[in-house]
């Protein structure tokens, strides 16, 4: 049972259901996301202790992969603990205001990672387009500022959301049909006009996808005629390799958050399995998938690691 409500009308807490439609298979369907959130983790943390400890990599790109690590490790571990307590020890109860919290991490660090993958395309552009003046462009205290920037954009863009639903009434109905709460998720149970929120919402969602997505087009479009200028195919292919690693990640990112965007505001006959399923790879997907992609296609990082546990043998 669900506590009752308190003075500010507002429940104690809500009812995750997980994946409805697919209970008595909660158990087994654990074990593969907690495979991808482990390898999530240990991927990451791997990534971030591979950059600090080689000073050849305190460059550019590999500061932004740490940053993309950092969002990558914030992003899932927001989500992955109480859904693996959902499905395996069917702990559905979530406290009012940690739900709250779980909607501000899940969307203040998506805008992060949304603006990590767009700083990391102008870094290419830097450093295919102007390899010689690189480093004098992108300094540390520029990245530094624009770590700080996307993440100041992703912190007051998304706070309104948690202040917005804090300040209004819900329904008798406590539940949420998914395994984490989610801002359009969470407007559903609300007894009063959501159409403030909801506008809201896509405004930040299209002004944050959208400006950044148009940045990495034009940084890619700009790549792109930069390469083709090159002389020698083996420099185009040199080029085109650099660039193929922050590709798949974008890839890994903003395809499931379309999917999830469009099925949140316009599938409705999209099965709901099918819409639980695309939410919950949404936040899991990039930050397994992330580490990978750039361990293996990154030189510097691969050798790091490798070397890193050589060093460890006996």
């Not at 395994?179 to 969470?186: I, L, N, P």
């Not at 958050?257 to 409705?268: C, D, I, N, P, S």
Request: charged share 10%.
């Amino acid at each position: 049972m669900l506590a009752s409500e308190n003075s500010s009308s507002h429940p104690v807490s809500f009812l995750l259901l997980g994946i409805p439609g697919l209970e008595n298979s909660h158990f087994w369907i654990a074990f593969p996301f907690c495979v991808m959130y482990a390898v999530a983790v240990v991927g990451n943390i791997i990534v971030l202790h591979a950059i600090r400890t080689d000073h050849t990599l305190h460059e550019p790109m590999y500061l932004l992969l740490a940053m993309l690590a950092i969002t990558d490790l914030v992003l899932s571990s927001s989500t992955q603990p109480k859904m693996l307590a959902i499905l395996w020890f069917h702990a559905h109860e979530i406290e009012y205001h940690a739900c709250l919290i779980q909607v501000f991490f899940i969307h203040a660090f998506s805008s992060v990672e949304s603006g990590v993958l767009m700083a990391m395309a102008l870094d290419r552009y830097v450093a295919i387009c102007f390899p010689l003046r690189h480093s004098t462009i992108l300094t540390p205290s520029v990245m530094g500022r624009l770590g700080a920037a996307v993440m100041m954009r992703g912190v007051l863009w998304v706070s309104p959301f948690c202040i917005m639903i804090s300040r209004m009434p819900f329904c008798f109905n406590r539940v949420i049909p998914q395994s984490y709460c989610e801002h359009m998720a969470v407007l559903k149970l609300i007894c009063a006009d959501t159409t403030v929120n909801q506008v809201y919402g896509l405004f930040v969602a299209f002004s944050v996808v959208g400006f950044d997505m148009i940045v990495i087009s034009i940084s890619y479009v700009m790549i792109l005629r930069a390469v083709l200028r090159l002389p020698s195919g083996e420099a185009r292919l040199k080029a085109f390799g650099t660039c193929a690693s922050h590709v798949c990640v974008i890839l890994a990112f903003y395809i499931p958050a379309l999917f999830t965007f469009l099925t949140h505001r316009f599938g409705r006959y999209v099965p709901r399995v099918a819409h639980i399923m695309l939410a919950n790879l949404y936040v899991l997907a990039p930050p397994m998938l992330n580490p990978i992609i750039y361990g293996v296609r990154t030189k510097q990082i691969r050798d790091r690691v490798i070397h890193g546990f050589c060093d460890k043998e006996p």
